[in-house]
């Protein structure tokens, strides 16, 4: 079943090992105590990214939209628990966490391919939908993780507010845009400076593997611009359904 | 009970209990306060005192049928209404940034009200702060005007009645006996009801026509301040004061 012959390039693979030799050795000189580690790492990646090329190839060959749906929802349910983990504190973070990726990923897809701009292809749609799903578990945990911090530092200052009138979300209102602000100001940030200072990954993928410049160049501007999307949505939702979580229907700020 | 609504409390506390994270905190609490009343709240740390007040604007939910205002139970009343009518004062103060002006204007801006410079000069006047403070950044007050400011705040929605957490633990002394001559001055004025959690025996004494103690979230003691105060009186109030009751607490 396994095909070898697509492993053609597995001899600049193991050249490349060099490099991983190199980084243990100098582990063992300055006793860092990382080979053991950086070997699991490296076996890992080996195991993992070969198992998911196989998978990619029979996934691209097929073609089916089932297929591709299937795969989209594993990938979601993964970022979901894993940004859900790192919400952890906020009630029901893993629900938060699920609906926001959900949403964020869903929308931007959807109006990726209602544009045209990605065709509904596997080839197509689940490269990209791992960069807008992977982004967008970054920003949820990050719009989490600031809301909880947040409510939990200005508890004074929101029960002021509610206690003059305002409702739970009047009185959330300046921490949940500072959450929000949190989550999109790193795609935001490298939005402006790609180009400057360092080529994405995407962009040195294609040139790499032979595409004109100008061809990866319009590529990565398309993938930037959905990011920044994605992150708006995700982000949004996160700040939304989080600050839920802490202040009840009764305008009360929750114990927790 | 019957007793209390026939003297229409402005607040009608009635069996309540309250848990909260698991424990009791509040047991069995009945009282009251009178329209335009000065109750004070005292205990040590930890008794219930501030959880009390809490429900009282339902900052922290009270079970249904223990709380009344004017003779409604508060469960059943428009939360954000309630809490215009009775307003609360912490211990620490958060003001808002900007400016004081801005700080007052809160709660009416809430629902896109504005309030005049008049008014905002009415209600500086009220809290015994000077016309020209309107405009100054709120986080260049001192202690004293913080609370003031606080105060003012509070009063923009005009209340009928105040909750005041400590309000002046956190002042000096001079400071202290300014913010209680404002506040025994807007009874006058306004016919406030007050409420006024403190740990301070002597401050109960000064401000309130009545006291309650608070000891382990029930309520121990009850009467006017002067009598349960006297050195030689039995009350547990007393022993309080003289710094006998926080033995029995551990």
Redesign the interface.
């Given at each position: 079943m396994i095909d070898l012959t697509l492993l053609d390039q597995l001899p600049r693979v193991l050249m490349s090992l060099v490099l991983v030799l190199l980084a243990a050795l100098i582990s063992r000189w300055q006793q860092v105590d990382l080979e053991k580690q950086m070997l699991v790492a490296v076996a890992r990646a080996f195991v993992q990214l070969t198992l998911i090329g196989y998978a990619l190839n029979i996934i691209f060959a097929a073609d089916n939209p089932l297929t591709i749906l299937l795969i989209l929802s594993v990938m979601t349910a993964i970022a979901s628990y894993t940004s859900g983990q790192r919400g952890k504190g906020t009630p029901q973070a893993w629900r938060v966490a699920g609906l926001s990726i959900t949403f964020g990923a869903a929308l931007t897809l959807g109006l990726l391919v209602g544009l045209g701009v990605f065709d509904f292809t596997a080839q197509q749609i689940i490269p990209i939908a791992g960069m807008v799903i992977g982004n967008s578990m970054n920003v949820c945990s990050l719009v989490m993780r600031r809301m909880r911090e947040e409510v939990n530092g200005r508890r004074l200052e929101i029960e002021t507010a509610l206690a003059l009138g305002a409702t739970g979300r009047q009185a959330a209102r300046p921490y949940l845009k500072m959450a929000l602000q949190s989550g999109m100001m790193p795609i935001v940030d490298s939005t402006k400076t790609v180009g400057l200072i360092q080529l994405p990954g995407a962009m040195t993928g294609m040139i790499l593997a032979g595409a004109s410049p100008m061809e990866a160049v319009q590529l990565q501007m398309i993938v930037m611009y959905m990011l920044i999307g994605a992150a708006a949505l995700t982000g949004l939702a996160a700040a939304w359904l989080s600050y839920r979580q802490f202040l009840t229907p009764d305008h009360q700020l929750v114990e927790f | 009970m019957s007793d209390q609504l026939n003297g229409r409390p402005h607040f009608a506390i009635q069996n309540l209990s309250l848990s909260?994270?698991g424990k009791l905190v509040l047991q069995e609490i009945s009282c009251h306060v009178a329209s335009g009343e000065i109750v004070g709240l005292l205990g040590p740390s930890g008794s219930g005192k501030s959880s009390l007040l809490r429900c009282l604007?339902?900052?922290?939910?009270p079970p249904p049928q223990t709380i009344f205002l004017e003779g409604q139970d508060i469960t059943g009343l428009d939360?954000?209404?309630l809490?215009?009518q009775v307003?609360?004062v912490?211990q620490?103060v958060?003001l808002?940034p900007g400016t004081v002006a801005d700080n007052i204007a809160?709660?009416p801006g809430?629902?896109g009200e504005t309030v005049s410079s008049a008014e905002i000069e009415r209600l500086l006047a009220l809290a015994d702060l000077p016309p020209e403070l309107a405009g100054r950044d709120s986080q260049e007050l001192s202690g004293g005007q913080a609370q003031r400011v606080?105060l003012a705040?509070?009063l923009a929605?005009s209340p009928s009645a105040m909750l005041l957490d400590e309000p002046t633990s956190a002042l000096d002394p001079a400071a202290t006996r300014n913010v209680e001559a404002t506040l025994l001055k807007l009874r006058q004025s306004l016919g406030l009801t007050i409420l006024w959690v403190t740990h301070d025996p002597e401050q109960a004494r000064r401000v309130a026509d009545r006291v309650y103690l608070l000891v382990d979230g029930r309520i121990a003691d009850e009467g006017e301040p002067e009598e349960l105060l006297r050195a030689d009186s039995q009350h547990l109030t007393a022993l309080f004061a003289a710094g006998e009751l926080g033995g029995r607490q551990t």
């Amino acid at each position: 079943m396994i095909d070898l012959t697509l492993l053609d390039q597995l001899p600049r693979v193991l050249m490349s090992l060099v490099l991983v030799l190199l980084a243990a050795l100098i582990s063992r000189w300055q006793q860092v105590d990382l080979e053991k580690q950086m070997l699991v790492a490296v076996a890992r990646a080996f195991v993992q990214l070969t198992l998911i090329g196989y998978a990619l190839n029979i996934i691209f060959a097929a073609d089916n939209p089932l297929t591709i749906l299937l795969i989209l929802s594993v990938m979601t349910a993964i970022a979901s628990y894993t940004s859900g983990q790192r919400g952890k504190g906020t009630p029901q973070a893993w629900r938060v966490a699920g609906l926001s990726i959900t949403f964020g990923a869903a929308l931007t897809l959807g109006l990726l391919v209602g544009l045209g701009v990605f065709d509904f292809t596997a080839q197509q749609i689940i490269p990209i939908a791992g960069m807008v799903i992977g982004n967008s578990m970054n920003v949820c945990s990050l719009v989490m993780r600031r809301m909880r911090e947040e409510v939990n530092g200005r508890r004074l200052e929101i029960e002021t507010a509610l206690a003059l009138g305002a409702t739970g979300r009047q009185a959330a209102r300046p921490y949940l845009k500072m959450a929000l602000q949190s989550g999109m100001m790193p795609i935001v940030d490298s939005t402006k400076t790609v180009g400057l200072i360092q080529l994405p990954g995407a962009m040195t993928g294609m040139i790499l593997a032979g595409a004109s410049p100008m061809e990866a160049v319009q590529l990565q501007m398309i993938v930037m611009y959905m990011l920044i999307g994605a992150a708006a949505l995700t982000g949004l939702a996160a700040a939304w359904l989080s600050y839920r979580q802490f202040l009840t229907p009764d305008h009360q700020l929750v114990e927790f | 009970m019957s007793d209390q609504l026939n003297g229409r409390p402005h607040f009608a506390i009635q069996n309540l209990s309250l848990s909260r994270q698991g424990k009791l905190v509040l047991q069995e609490i009945s009282c009251h306060v009178a329209s335009g009343e000065i109750v004070g709240l005292l205990g040590p740390s930890g008794s219930g005192k501030s959880s009390l007040l809490r429900c009282l604007n339902r900052l922290t939910p009270p079970p249904p049928q223990t709380i009344f205002l004017e003779g409604q139970d508060i469960t059943g009343l428009d939360v954000l209404r309630l809490r215009r009518q009775v307003g609360m004062v912490f211990q620490r103060v958060a003001l808002f940034p900007g400016t004081v002006a801005d700080n007052i204007a809160y709660g009416p801006g809430l629902r896109g009200e504005t309030v005049s410079s008049a008014e905002i000069e009415r209600l500086l006047a009220l809290a015994d702060l000077p016309p020209e403070l309107a405009g100054r950044d709120s986080q260049e007050l001192s202690g004293g005007q913080a609370q003031r400011v606080a105060l003012a705040r509070s009063l923009a929605t005009s209340p009928s009645a105040m909750l005041l957490d400590e309000p002046t633990s956190a002042l000096d002394p001079a400071a202290t006996r300014n913010v209680e001559a404002t506040l025994l001055k807007l009874r006058q004025s306004l016919g406030l009801t007050i409420l006024w959690v403190t740990h301070d025996p002597e401050q109960a004494r000064r401000v309130a026509d009545r006291v309650y103690l608070l000891v382990d979230g029930r309520i121990a003691d009850e009467g006017e301040p002067e009598e349960l105060l006297r050195a030689d009186s039995q009350h547990l109030t007393a022993l309080f004061a003289a710094g006998e009751l926080g033995g029995r607490q551990t």
